[in-house]
């Protein structure tokens, strides 16, 4: 089954020959640019491919083909991009080692406590700059549980759909 991940969007353009500024959505950022093919999705979307791109100031510059498979070299073709989502099948991103997780494995899973009692679902996962934090919600509530294993998180079962954390509901 195919599932497209999205990795990063077009924020912009640079120049007038075409080039556009991303926003990369990996870590580190310039992540994005070891994929060559990717969907870009807005409207119908359409394959297309990553012709070059390098690291520029804080974020990332790149030329991409257009929907017809060629370069696009001009800037209002390059502004009709903007906004959109730079995706990748499931299946091209690096396999992991045992007991890492890409984030977007972790949403939807179902976090408890070491009691058993549900704390919610994880509907997004951040950084706060020390460590990756899971937000999880249930209802109207919202918890923000550190993603540091060991001392908070005791295990994680992505078949099972379940976090294990050492987390009280009033926390």
Not at 4 to 23: D, E, F, I
Not at 65 to 88: C, F, H, N, W, Y
Not at 102 to 114: I, K, P, Q, T
């Amino acid at each position: 089954m195919s599932r497209r991940l999205t990795l990063g969007r077009v924020a912009g353009v640079y120049g007038v020959k075409g080039w556009v500024k991303l926003r990369s959505f990996t870590r580190p950022i310039d992540n994005l640019l070891d994929f060559r093919e990717f969907w870009f999705a807005k409207g119908e979307g359409y394959a297309g491919r990553l012709a070059e791109g390098k690291l520029h100031g804080d974020g990332i510059v790149a030329r991409l083909s257009g929907p017809d498979g060629k370069l696009i070299e001009d800037r209002d073709m390059a502004a009709a991009l903007i906004g959109t989502e730079i995706q990748v099948e499931r299946s091209q991103m690096p396999r992991l080692e045992q007991g890492e997780y890409y984030w977007f494995d972790l949403v939807g899973l179902e976090v408890r406590n070491l009691e058993g009692v549900v704390l919610g679902k994880v509907d997004e996962v951040t950084s706060n700059g020390a460590q990756d934090v899971l937000v999880v919600l249930d209802g109207e509530t919202e918890r923000l549980i550190p993603f540091v294993h060991g001392p908070i998180i005791q295990s994680v079962s992505t078949g099972d759909g379940v976090i294990v954390a050492d987390w009280q509901p009033d926390y």
